[in-house]
């Protein structure tokens, strides 16, 4: 009687996708570097099981000399970024990112702890701010998001509808605020606030000294960092250059559409979904959410999720996430994905 494949074998020899050695080699040659690429799909988060599968790749790449970072989506702000950013540090004399589109925070964080930018016209970094948490209490009793920003915003407005530099702590207006805001979450998110500036400092110090610069280093921060822009405000390359100080290369146009088409199959590969069946009764449904890809190796993230025969989700069983070295076959685009 044949046994069936476990969810692990079945994931690690039958990965179906397409490669992206074209685009990886052709973005290398124009630009004369070795590319390393850093991806993950959208609300998948930074955390540190990113690290191990990142080492694995950077192992395959000599160290010294520079790199070209190709980051694009990497979830929200987090201190695995000044991880990142000290471990490319360690290994290279000098990175340069290429930010493709629309950097996320956690990308944004990496982005300014290289020496130079390349962004072409439609690309932006992100503003960073500390994630939303339930805090605010409806009178219906609902919970709804916010940050710490979110708190600093309602007192400064106040303090300047009143012509006041504090708030008196008797004030009705603050006792309103606190009957209406966990005061615990306001906590949380003023210190992820103020963790995400030092982050974000550092990986800025990495390459502007903060003995003789450091003014420099704070326009930054209050730019990117004060809670002043809406998150989902973008920091273009103008701002990038005249704002903010930072060395922008404008890639020539050949450049520039090779690092759009490997954007572009990211973003394709990201919303591919297909099915897996283990026997009679183990049904799933396999998506990937993240790449660290060279031109000698990859790792891929995968999202697996247990559905019951009619494809849907089975609320009992967690999604899993796995981490997987692919070496099965390629993925048809436009059919359906089947493992």
Not at 146 to 173: I, K, T
């Amino acid at each position: 009687m044949s046994r069936t494949p476990t969810l692990n074998e079945v994931l690690e020899g039958n990965v179906p996708l397409t490669s992206n050695h074209d685009q990886l080699a052709e973005l290398g040659r124009l630009r004369e570097s070795r590319i390393l690429a850093l991806v993950l799909a959208p609300g998948v988060q930074l955390r540190t099981g990113f690290i191990p599968p990142l080492l694995d790749v950077l192992e395959t790449l000599p160290e010294g000399g520079g790199l070209d970072l190709f980051v694009d989506t990497l979830g929200a702000a987090s201190e695995e970024s000044w991880r990142i950013v000290s471990m490319l540090r360690a290994r290279f004399d000098r990175y340069t990112a290429i930010v493709p589109f629309a950097a996320t925070p956690g990308a944004t964080q990496i982005a300014l702890g290289a020496d130079e930018l390349m962004m072409g016209e439609a690309s932006s970094l992100a503003p960073i701010e500390p994630a939303r948490l339930k805090a605010v209490r409806d009178d219906d009793g609902e919970n709804r998001t916010m940050s710490a920003y979110d708190v600093h915003h309602y007192l400064q407005f106040v303090q300047r509808a009143l012509g006041v530099d504090r708030l008196p702590p008797d004030s009705p207006l603050w006792t309103a605020l606190v009957n209406r805001v966990d005061p615990m979450v306001i906590g949380i998110t003023e210190k992820a606030h103020q963790i995400n500036r030092l982050v974000t400092r550092r990986c800025l110090e990495t390459h502007i000294d903060p003995e003789t610069d450091d003014a420099r280093i704070e326009a930054v921060l209050d730019e990117v960092g004060a809670g002043t822009l809406g998150r989902r405000f973008p920091i273009t390359r103008r701002d990038c250059e005249r704002r903010l100080g930072l060395d922008v290369i404008k890639p020539a146009r050949e450049i520039g559409q090779a690092v759009w088409a490997l954007h572009a199959y990211y973003r394709q590969m990201l919303d591919l979904e297909g099915d897996l069946q283990l026997g009679d009764k183990q049904h799933y449904t396999v998506g990937y959410d993240g790449f660290i890809d060279t031109l000698e190796e990859r790792r891929v993230l995968l999202r697996i999720t247990r559905v019951d025969e009619h494809g849907r989700p089975i609320a009992t069983k967690p999604v899993l996430h796995r981490w997987v070295s692919p070496v099965g076959r390629d993925v048809v685009l436009d059919e359906e994905l089947e493992l």
